[in-house]
Each structure stands twice: as C-alpha cells, then as structure tokens.
C-alpha cells in the first residue's frame, strides 16, 4: 500500500519539501507519496485527527504549529523536548512521536566545513522557533558565548534566558546596531525571514570581515542581500539550502530508515532556484 507523508502548516503552497521528497521516493523507487496540506492557525487538532483518519505514515510541521504540535504528540524525543518545538512527526496506528531535525539540519554544513565552535562567540539574529533549534545546535558545539539579536526585544531576551537554560552565556544587543559589532563573533546567523525574495538586511555588513563565518538560514533565493553583502567583505559563507536539504534528509532517514539521496534532494532543490 502507498505510505503517504506531508508537511502540514499555513500558508503551505509554496513548500519545497514535496518535490524535495518525492525526487528521493522516486529516485529510491519507494511506494510513498508526500503532500501539502494547509492546516490554519487555529485548527491543528481537527487537521491532525483528519490526517490520522488517512492513515498519514508521517508529517513535517512548519509555520505557526511547531509550538502547538508538541500537546498533541504521544511522545517526543529529547531534542525535541529541548527545543518545545517538533518539525517531524512519525504516526505508528494513532501514536504520533515529534522530533526536531533542524538542530542536526542547522549543524550538518558546519559539520561538513569540519567548522569548531567550541569557546566562540556566536551572534544569532532572530528569536522564533528556528533560531530556538540553532541556539541548542550551537550550545552543543559548546560556543562561549551566543548573543541575540531581534527586532521585538523582549523575544530576544526571552531566547537569550532560554541560552542561558542550556549553561550558555547570553546576551541580547539592538538590531539596528547589530552590525557595528560583525566583527566580535566568530559565525553571525540569521535566523530572521528578512532576504526572502532578495528583499531587506537583517543587519549592517559594513564591519563583518573575511574571518566571519555568514550563515543565512533564508534560502530564497540563494543569494540572499546578507550573503551578497558578506561576500563583498569576503565572509565564509553558508547557504540556507544546505540546512533545508539537511534537515530534509534527516526527516527522511526517521521515517523511511534508510539515508535519503542526497544528489536527487540537491537537483530538484537548486533546479527550482
Ligand atoms: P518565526 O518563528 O515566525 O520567527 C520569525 C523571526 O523573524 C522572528 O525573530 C521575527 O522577529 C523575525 N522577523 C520577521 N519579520 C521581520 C522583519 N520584517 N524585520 C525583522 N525581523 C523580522 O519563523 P522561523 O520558523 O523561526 O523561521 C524564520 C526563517 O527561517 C523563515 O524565513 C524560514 O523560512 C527560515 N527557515 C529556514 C530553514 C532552513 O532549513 N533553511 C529552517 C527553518 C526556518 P519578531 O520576534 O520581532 O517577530
């Protein structure tokens, strides 16, 4: 029988974790189809229990309901509860399992530059529910110190306080002069959806320097104003893309037990860019 998968949030249509899972299904020659579903703010129970009454083998959650899909998990595993958010859910006969693939999504291209971040300084712009799953990613890289910067201060103080949970030193510094101080932090991230569709910075580029590691988790377009800016000074760079088919990849292995093809999720992926 088709397993069916599907990512469940709102809005959903411009999603690219379909193509992105159906490439690896087809690619891999699997029975398994995987879908959109917009599920609005606000009816997240009736959605789950529509999906389960479809026999659903698995889901990945996005915008607004990785909070709330946590109270309707029959389990969750430990980064997940870490986190308080969920991004992929397993159904085995009605009993859903969370789990939280960004934190492994965000640390896998660090990984790959065989990056150390252990003892540095990081600065994360943004305080949602990804910049939640990197501050963990990045305390388990055991940086030094991890200093927030959002637009609404009092999420920002909430993220750094959350840091500190985690035995992290923290702070949190105003957006808007973010920037002047680029050059203090070994890997400056923005976690923001500021750069998507190329429009805004989410801070100054002016002081970050060749040494600066530049992660924009925005992956659309791939050149984002915060990547173009930070070539300009000659920044390492990390693309946004790398962390969705990274994150991808590992919701894939949880569901189907097997390594997702990396190749057929990169083709289909930069063949949409
Ligand atoms: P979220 O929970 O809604 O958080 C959004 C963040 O962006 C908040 O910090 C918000 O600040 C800030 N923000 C929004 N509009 C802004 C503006 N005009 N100026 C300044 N700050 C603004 O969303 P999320 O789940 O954390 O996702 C954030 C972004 O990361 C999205 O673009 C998403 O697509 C991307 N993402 C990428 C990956 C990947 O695999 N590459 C994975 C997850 C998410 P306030 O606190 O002030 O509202």
Redo the contacts with the bound molecule.
């Keep these: 029988m088709t397993r069916t998968y599907a990512v469940i949030g709102d809005p959903i249509d411009h999603s690219l974790s379909p193509a992105l899972h159906n490439a690896s299904f087809a690619f891999l020659g699997l029975d398994c189809t995987y879908i959109a579903y917009r599920i609005p703010r606000g009816e997240l129970d009736a959605g789950i229990a529509d999906l389960k009454k479809i026999g659903i083998s698995g889901f990945n959650v996005t915008?607004p309901h990785?909070v709330d899909m946590m109270r309707l998990l029959d389990e969750a595993d430990l980064e997940c509860k870490t986190v308080g958010a969920t991004n992929t859910v397993v159904n085995t006969n009605g009993h859903l399992k969370g789990y939280n693939t960004?934190i492994d999504?965000f640390l896998d291209p660090i990984r790959k530059r065989n990056i150390d971040l252990a003892g540095t300084d990081a600065l994360v712009v943004?305080?949602?529910?990804?910049?939640r799953a990197i501050v963990v990613g990045l305390a388990r890289q055991k940086a030094r110190k991890i200093t927030i910067a959002?637009?609404?201060p009092e999420?920002a103080e909430s993220l750094a306080s959350f840091v500190r949970s985690l035995g992290v030193e923290s702070d949190n510094v105003d957006?808007a002069t973010a920037g002047d101080i680029a050059s203090s932090f070994k890997i400056i991230i923005n976690?923001?959806?500021?750069g998507?569709k190329g429009i805004?910075l989410?801070i100054s580029t002016k002081n970050i320097t060749s040494s600066s590691i530049v992660y924009d988790?925005?992956?659309m377009p791939v050149e984002t104003p915060l990547i173009l800016g930070a070539k300009e000074r000659k920044a390492n760079i990390i693309y946004?893309w790398e962390?969705?088919i990274a994150?991808a990849m590992k919701s894939f292995e949880i569901w189907i037990g097997r390594p997702a093809p990396y190749e057929a999720m990169k083709l289909t992926l930069l063949g949409r860019f």
């Excluded at 943004?126 to 910049?131: L, Q």
């Excluded at 976690?191 to 500021?194: E, I």
């Design positions: 915008i990785k960004d999504g943004g305080a949602g529910g990804a910049a959002n637009r609404t999420n957006i976690a923001t959806s500021v998507l805004g989410p988790i925005v992956y946004g962390m969705l994150q």
